[in-house]
């Protein structure tokens, strides 16, 4: 079907939730697209830093080809291989301890966000000013954007904000406080490193009252800022880590990983999901961790990262990058939105903004350099 076609279904049928734009994806491979016209793309979106191994990586595709010709299925009780092999990969690559497994990273969070308040019953939860952890209740509370929140007031009660300041993180964490939820470089809100002093600052919060320190790497973690999760390369070590987007090598999958302190803080029954961490998912992640996890792979992350940002930076109008590794943004004097429209439509690359000023970078780890400079020509194409 054409676009034309699929709008008109939509109209009818689809519940405006989402702005797309007028392109209709229909193979990828590596860092390109193909839209049904046969148009070829460069994707510097990854679908949102979920296709962190390139779209269609053959051994993701192998590992759920497999997978789903054996068993797609069973729920939580009972035994698969792969989820039990998974849980025991993300905890040795990370905090040590467990692993809860969700099908979203608003799910995750919402794990998280259970999970501290079952450790420490009726305390506050403190997020950070502009932090995204995503669209269900619980993890909308923990979003203090009004225009996202205020449509579905009341929000679920407990969370507090504080600004991006060290000396407020550290004012407003006290004996009452459940946790500290942090994403280590906020994604959805610009692409804003967290500065080493409020990390440090807010380890040292929870640390004093006993309060749980929570990174949301939903978006930076996998690989994408040059380590397997960005806090490796901060110096500061959460309790909690939640991860999802690049986590099922494409497929929908989130985790939350303990600390071996936390551990054991659900019993049996206290949160579940029917789908979650199921065999196909977890085979595409194992797949999607194997690529990923390899020291040549995420140094070239970082190496890609600084040929993109050196780039980005000599852009029209563009100012200095901000991010680590393949998690970019530029500040641009023009509309951001339409710069994004035209980079699609007329030198079709893919990109996103994230405000009316801001440019986003996400491409596939495995991005070349030809393709870094390929993807810098085209936007400054459209720039100039
Ligand atoms: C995308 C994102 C989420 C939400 O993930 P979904 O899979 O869309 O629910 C949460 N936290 C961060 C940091 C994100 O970037």
Same mark, same amino acid.
């Given at each position: ?242 991860? /999802? *987007?690049?986590? $099922?090598?494409?497929? #929908?999958? =989130? @985790? ?7 551990? &054991?803080?659900? %019993? ?44 980005? /930076? *000599?852009?029209? $109008?563009?100012?200095? #990058?901000? =991010? @680590? ?7 641009? &004097?023009?509309? %951001? ?48």
């Amino acid at each position: 079907m054409s676009v034309k076609e699929l709008q008109a279904i939509e109209s009818s049928s689809v519940i405006p939730s989402y702005r797309r734009f007028p392109v209709e994806f229909v193979r990828g491979e590596g860092c390109r697209l193909w839209d049904d016209e046969g148009n070829e793309y460069l994707d510097f979106l990854a679908g949102i830093s979920v296709c962190n191994v390139g779209h269609c990586h053959p051994a993701v595709v192998a590992a759920v080809q497999q997978q789903v010709e054996r068993l797609i299925h069973v729920t939580n009780l009972f035994y698969t291989e792969p989820a039990m092999r998974l849980a025991q990969r993300l905890a040795a690559s990370s905090l040590g301890g467990k692993v809860y497994f969700a099908n979203s990273g608003a799910e995750a969070n919402e794990a998280a966000i259970k999970l501290c308040r079952k450790a420490r019953p009726g305390g506050e939860i403190v997020v950070i000013q502009d932090a995204f952890h995503g669209r269900t209740l619980g993890a909308l509370s923990a979003t203090p954007q009004p225009a996202k929140q205020d449509p579905f007031a009341p929000m679920v009660p407990g969370f507090v904000a504080v600004a991006k300041d060290p000396q407020a993180v550290d004012r407003a964490v006290h004996s009452g406080t459940s946790a500290v939820f942090i994403e280590p470089i906020q994604g959805e809100g610009g692409v804003y490193p967290i500065s080493a002093e409020l990390l440090s600052a807010a380890r040292a919060a929870c640390d004093r009252t006993g309060a749980i320190l929570v990174f949301d790497e939903v978006q930076s973690g996998m690989g994408r800022t040059g380590t397997l999760w960005a806090y490796q390369s901060t110096g500061v070590v959460p309790d909690l880590l939640t991860s /999802a *987007k690049g986590l $099922g090598g494409g497929m #929908p999958l =989130g @985790a939350l990983i303990t600390n071996p302190a936390l551990g &054991d803080v659900f %019993a049996p029954g206290d949160h579940g999901s029917t789908f979650a961490g199921g065999p196909v998912i977890a085979s595409a992640a194992l797949a999607a961790l194997e690529v990923i996890d390899d020291e040549s792979l995420l140094a070239s992350v970082r190496d890609r990262g600084a040929r993109l940002s050196k780039g980005l /930076a *000599k852009l029209p $109008g563009a100012s200095k #990058p901000r =991010g @680590a590794g393949l998690m970019l943004a530029v500040d641009v &004097d023009g509309d %951001a939105p339409a710069i994004v429209e035209r980079a699609l439509l007329e030198e079709r690359l893919v990109i996103n903004a994230t405000g009316p000023n801001t440019l986003r970078f996400l491409p596939p780890l495995i991005v070349s350099d030809g393709e870094v400079d390929e993807a810098l020509k085209r936007l400054d194409r459209v720039m100039s």
